[in-house]
């Protein structure tokens, strides 16, 4: 079989990104220290509100894991996401002993259906975890009008909005109690692995920074630059090992700088796509309101069901042609762990299953040309008109 021509997405590593690299190879600090402080700096700036606090992190696993332990959520609890998701935005809920209430999606959005989310809560609710799926920003006036209503805290999971708006407003600027964004290698902007809190609340920010090293007082930069001796420290609480080295904010620091033009080839590749399938038994993906940015990580089509081929065999076909496809998301209720633990059936998530059982994520990364991106329109019209 040939090798797909579009494997997992490739980032775009420049050689900005590179020499940075090298630049912390060489000065001997090379875990968490200057440049995770820049790094946070310029992504509070990025972000554009002063009053919003930045702390970097090795996974955006990591930060829902620190903001939902800051909010003191724990046993009894019950924190409410959509069940159209990958399972990092849930099982951080459960690392806290804290029970996970998933719910059904908008058919139209693809994320989270805020009237199930207002028809979930009940008495032991605490928390609400929205992902904007895909890039689409979820509608965040009207989910923090229902938690505000009902006392529930919110945590973003903006590991695909980098960026994204709604209201004209970014993603990580809205009064959620925390958001955090990923930098896995496949999402919009890269450190490898690694992920960034950002909060509005001191105090959760402070715990933060304390619980992602050991539940250290002062972090061990600190340690080696500041009057008091530097072996000094205390342990305040069980921490965990969640700082980011320097060597993938070094990557982050440039990869932030390009983020606004990596959306815009990525909405140009949208864009081709969508003028491509017109006409196609297609359902393109859901796009945002005017003057709204799309952080499109993913391009999600759904296949119509007069498309005539079922899911699986079109990402087969495709793969014949040298396009690897994906699906976002095996929702977490069809998986044995979620399914069991909780006695969940496909027909209480009717949207989430229906979109399911039709998605194909299709390639989409800056590196494409728009000769690349033809490429994939002329397998998907040969396959369908098979
Ligand atoms: C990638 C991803 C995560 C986890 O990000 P990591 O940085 O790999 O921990 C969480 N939620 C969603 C929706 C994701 O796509």
């Known amino acids: 079989m040939t090798p797909p021509r579009h494997p997992s997405p ?3 590593i420049g050689d900005a990104e590179i020499a940075e690299v090298v630049d912390t190879l060489r000065s001997g600090w090379i875990t968490t220290g200057p440049k995770a402080r820049r790094f946070e700096a310029d992504f509070g700036a990025f972000l554009g509100d002063p009053a919003l606090q930045a702390i970097a992190v090795n996974s955006a696993t990591a930060g829902l894991h620190l903001a939902l332990e800051g909010l003191g959520i724990g046993p009894g609890d019950e924190v409410i996401t959509t069940t159209h998701t990958f399972t990092a935005t849930a099982e951080v809920v459960r690392y806290l002993g804290a029970d996970v209430r998933l719910v ?16 979930a809560i009940g008495p032991r609710s605490k928390a609400v975890i929205p992902v904007h799926y895909g890039g689409l920003a979820v509608d965040m006036t009207a989910l923090l009008a229902i938690a505000r209503a009902h006392g529930l805290a919110v945590v973003e999971d903006a590991a695909h909005a980098l960026p994204s708006t709604h209201g004209g407003r970014l993603v990580g600027t809205f009064d959620s109690d925390a958001s955090v ?31 992602r090293l050991h539940g250290i007082s002062r972090d061990a930069f600190d340690r080696f630059t500041a009057k008091v001796p530097s072996w000094a420290y205390e ?29 815009q080839r990525r909405a140009e590749i949208a864009a081709r796509y969508d003028a ?40 087969e076909a495709l793969f014949e042609r040298g396009i690897g496809c994906s699906v976002h998301y095996i929702p977490l209720h069809l998986h044995p762990y979620w399914r069991e633990r909780y006695g969940l059936r496909p027909e209480q998530f009717p949207h989430s299953q229906h979109a399911y059982e039709r998605l194909v994520s299709l390639p989409i990364y800056t590196r494409m040309g728009d000769a690349d991106v033809d490429r994939v329109l002329d397998a998907v019209r040969a396959v369908l008109r098979a």
């Not at 309101?289 to 081929?309: N, P, S, T």
């Open 181 to 211: 964004f990923s930098f896995y290698a496949n999402k919009t902007m890269t450190t490898g692995e690694g992920g960034m809190l950002v909060t509005r609340d001191a105090r959760l920010a402070e715990r933060a920074r304390v619980m």
């Open 276 to 315: 491509g399938f017109a006409g196609l038994p297609i359902v393109l993906p859901p796009r945002p309101a005017a003057g709204e940015l799309h952080a499109w990580h993913l391009y999600a089509i759904r296949l119509a069901d007069e498309a005539g081929i079922a899911r699986d065999r079109f990402i």
């Open 235 to 263: 342990i305040v609480a069980p921490g965990f090992k969640y700082n980011l080295t320097d060597i993938a904010a070094a990557l982050g620091l440039h990869q932030l700088q390009r983020v606004r033009a990596f959306q």
């Open 10 to 12: 490739q980032p775009e």
């Open 104 to 119: 059904d999606i908008d058919p139209a959005t693809l994320c989270i259906d805020l009237a199930q989310v207002q028809a």
